[in-house]
T-cell receptor, first 118, second 112 residues
Framework: DAGITQSPRYKITETGRQVTLMCHQT?????MFWYRQDLGHGLRLIYY???????DKGEVPDGYVVSRSKTENFPLTLESATRSQTSVYFC?????????????????FGAGSRLTVL | KQEVTQIPAALSVPEGENLVLNCSFT??????LQWFRQDPGKGLTSLLL?????REQTSGRLNASLDKSSGRSTLYIAASQPGDSATYLC???????????FGSGTRLLVRP
């Protein structure tokens, strides 16, 4: 299916466990992002990637690890989950960023992964 | 530090009304401002993006305006329909970073 897909959609885990959230896009978009959405904080950027093998920290990167070995995949790993990481996680992508060209910076979001850490 | 604020947090209107959603930002040095729609349990859908050099953008019944000098953007929805019920978020891109700064959203309910 074309688009951007996240898996799993729902996950319950325990404190201290490692969890990986998957993100796959079919457009060959260069730029991919991970956001978390929490009541009272809105959406906050965790990590982003400008291309395969290029990643960098966003606003709230602590406790998370990302990789991007292939353009289409951008997994987010919680190395040792904590209760404060209970949230809804969104992956997003765009073809172009940082220019004023038409279509640049227009993000397409996945449906989200709801993570509960007990 | 840039802050993006959306007021009101929730809005309920009868079908057919024209309505305005507000977004304000504290730092006028934005590159662009984007409006999104979020349905319950779903991701965000980009509605309109206004570059800093533009004053407005239109798509169908939606019109978004940008006034950098006053630090405001508005999303105008004409002839509202129950299908417009969703949360609407605005987000500002500030600089050469990759971060969008999101408002907390306005939850809109259009009553039949």
């Amino acid at each position: 299916d074309a688009g951007i897909t996240q898996s799993p959609r729902y996950k319950i885990t325990e404190t201290g466990r490692q969890v990986t959230l998957m993100c796959h896009q079919t457009w060959s978009h260069s730029y991919m992002f991970w956001y978390r959405q929490d009541l009272g904080h809105g959406l906050r950027l965790i990590y982003y990637s400008a291309a395969a093998d290029i990643t960098d920290k966003g606003e709230v990167p602590d406790g998370y690890v990302v990789s991007r070995s292939k353009t289409e995949n951008f997994p987010l790993t919680l190395e040792s989950a904590t209760r404060s990481q209970t949230s809804v996680y969104f992956c997003a992508s765009t073809l172009r960023w940082g220019t004023l060209n038409s279509g640049a910076n227009v993000l397409t979001f996945g449906a989200g992964s709801r993570l509960t850490v007990l | 530090k840039q802050e993006v604020t959306q007021i009101p947090a929730a809005l309920s209107v009868p079908e057919g009304e024209n309505l305005v959603l507000n977004c304000s930002f504290t730092d006028s040095a934005i590159y662009n401002l984007q409006w999104f729609r979020q349905d319950p349990g779903k991701g965000l859908t980009s509605l309109l993006l206004i570059q800093s050099s533009q004053r407005e953008q239109t798509s169908g019944r939606l019109n978004a305006s940008l006034d950098k000098s006053s630090g405001r953007s508005t999303l105008y929805i004409a002839a509202s329909q129950p299908g417009d019920s969703a949360t609407y978020l605005c987000a500002a891109w500030m600089d050469s970073s990759y971060k969008l700064i999101f408002g907390s959203g306005t939850r809109l309910l259009v009553r039949p």
